[in-house]
T-cell receptor
Framework: SAVISQKPSRDICQRGTSLTIQCQVD?????MFWYRQQPGQSLTLIAT?????????ESGFVIDKFPISRPNLTFSTLTVSNMSPEDSSIYLC??????????????FGSGTRLTVV | KQEVTQIPAALSVPEGENLVLNCSFT??????LQWFRQDPGKGLTSLLL?????REQTSGRLNASLDKSSGRSTLYIAASQPGDSATYLC????????????FGSGTRLQVQP
């Protein structure tokens, strides 16, 4: 399975600022996924990022608030822009351990715990 | 739209008990189902993956079953230990071309020494 390195692990940020979260994968993957987990809640998909194309955002998430970069097949960033306390969550990236024979499950980064004050 | 439900939401048991966590999904057209563990404030650790053609998977004290036609999966934990305390999440990959997982809300497990 792929191994993902996610940074930072946690941060405390002032409202109105932006934070960029990075995920580095140890193998080439076609799609990367970004999730948000609000306090006490389950995971909600923010967007799907393909290399070389614009990310696809889920309902309720917009590119201006959560811009995503995917410069190559092993790396992606998610920026949380103009933060407010409501953005305080755990943010996670994920990849599908996919081969020509199908999906072998998903691997997740260790998460970024964001607190906005 | 796929929906995943987990029961119970929380569970507290004494050490040594065998326990069952339940997961149900509304659309049986799934590719696979995956169980994860999440420690507080941390990322997700994959426990077991069951492909749609399989009935169960085992890893150590963990056993997961899948009844695709009825839209149910169970995670069985034998001889629970305090180190098993965590939130357990069930996630399905639908067989609709959408490559993202749909998650349940999780079961928060506390094993008391």
């Amino acid at each position: 399975s792929a191994v993902i390195s996610q940074k930072p692990s946690r941060d405390i940020c002032q409202r109105g600022t932006s934070l960029t979260i990075q995920c580095q994968v140890d193998s080439q993957v076609t799609m990367m996924f970004w999730y948000r987990q609000q306090p006490g809640q389950s995971l909600t998909l923010i967007a799907t990022a393909n290399q070389g194309s614009e990310a696809t955002y889920e309902s309720g998430f917009v590119i201006d608030k959560f811009p995503i970069s995917r410069p190559n097949l092993t790396f992606s960033t998610l920026t949380v822009s103009n933060m407010s306390p409501e953005d305080s969550s755990i943010y996670l990236c994920s990849v599908d351990n996919y081969s020509g024979q199908g999906s072998y499950g998903y691997t997740f980064g260790s998460g970024t715990r964001l607190t906005v004050v | 739209k796929q929906e995943v439900t987990q029961i119970p939401a929380a569970l507290s048991v004494p050490e040594g008990e065998n326990l069952v966590l339940n997961c149900s999904f509304t659309d049986s057209a799934i590719y696979n189902l995956q169980w994860f563990r999440q420690d507080p404030g941390k990322g997700l650790t994959s426990l077991l993956l069951i492909q749609s053609s399989q009935r169960e998977q085992t890893s150590g004290r963990l056993n997961a079953s899948l009844d695709k036609s009825s839209g149910r999966s169970t995670l069985y934990i034998a001889a629970s230990q305090p180190g098993d305390s965590a939130t357990y999440l069930c996630a399905v990959l639908s067989d609709t071309g959408r490559r993202a997982l749909t998650f349940g809300s999780g079961t928060r497990l506390q094993v008391q020494p």
